[in-house]
């Protein structure tokens, strides 16, 4: 079982395979794993999350311990919250940032973004699409078309408590002219806009 794989100087952590998307260019479609053997045959618990982390932490230096996994690590926020709390406590000045589709305010059926208060210091959000539709096309929310602004609205709400929040888009996946509609749009909700390479 991977919980924890590096990339560059980041600590990447797997919680979970689950999503409530289906995006035609999820690694979990496209490939049979970027980094290792992902998939979790099961969901390790948020105390053999700590352990691997901690662990993994001991005697390294990294710049960021990234929540991201196969899944999408808010389906598990609560759990997110408890390693992050750990991560805090032991390492405080540990920069630690969630990768997320931005829906778990939708998930959670209430604005979850105050839990991430004082131990999330950056939220990436991938934004992948310009506007509802074509968004849905993409991602295939379990939301539908009302992930999209849900997304947009969790990037706001987590302002208040994130240092860092940021909107993503991948670079070979979508147009030039949606990508600076991307940025309009980031602009307006008044977070940085990052364009990334897909993952090969
Ligand atoms: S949101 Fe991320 S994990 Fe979920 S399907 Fe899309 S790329 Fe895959």
Redesign the pocket.
Known sequence: MTITYRVGNGLYVNVTNR?????D?????VADGAYGELWLEKEPSKEEILDAVLQALSGNSYDEVVFC????PTVRLDDVIFVAKGIKKDFPSQKIRINT?GQANLIHGKDVTPLLAGVIDCVSV?LNAPDPVEYQNI?HSEFGEAAFWGLLDFASDAKKYVPSVILSVVRETIPDSDIEKCRSLADKYGVKLKVRDFIK
């Open positions: 999503c409530t998307n289906s995006c260019f999820c690694v979990r479609s996994g196969y899944g999408e589709n991938s991602c």
